[in-house]
């Protein structure tokens, strides 16, 4: 897959670090307004196939593998569960993980930590499915070349 014009490319390299931004906000404020971890990691695989249209397929299959996807979702899980299971074995659920603390930003408990791990579970899980959909198009569309000459 190749990329898009320079002009393309340019605003895409302007406009993904504020849309990577937003993610993150999104997802360090889902415990006091709308948004939390899944939320914040569509907005940021949405960058991140900004710029992968921009700068066409063959790149971000340089960049990032679809292995490495996995294996940083299955962080994000097993960070999410550690989460809950450390709530748990203190006599509660995510909020009693982490002690509370009086600011606004700190006192959810651990359902900030929680929301992080889910971000990076749903990101890379949604970039990896993402490179699989891009693979596979490509191989077809190179196998329906084979066929036509």
Not at 46 to 73: K, N
């Amino acid at each position: 897959m190749k990329g898009m014009t320079l002009v393309v490319q340019n605003i895409a390299r302007v406009v993904v670090g504020f849309v990577m931004v937003y993610g993150l906000y999104i997802t360090l404020s889902g415990h006091t307004s709308p948004g939390g971890g899944f939320a914040g990691a569509v907005v940021i695989m949405a960058g991140i196939v900004m710029l992968v249209l921009a700068f066409g397929g063959d790149r971000a299959h340089e960049l990032v593998a679809e292995y490495r996807c996995q294996g940083w979702s299955g962080l994000g899980a097993l960070g999410f569960v550690l989460v809950a299971l450390a709530g748990f074995l203190r006599g509660g659920w995510f909020v009693n993980a982490v002690p509370k603390a009086d600011s606004e930003l700190y006192g959810s408990g651990s359902i900030l930590v929680a929301d992080a791990f889910v971000c990076l579970l749903v990101a890379t899980g949604l970039v990896g499915v993402f490179l699989a959909l891009i693979a596979g198009t490509r191989e077809t569309m190179h196998l329906g070349r084979k066929g036509k000459t």
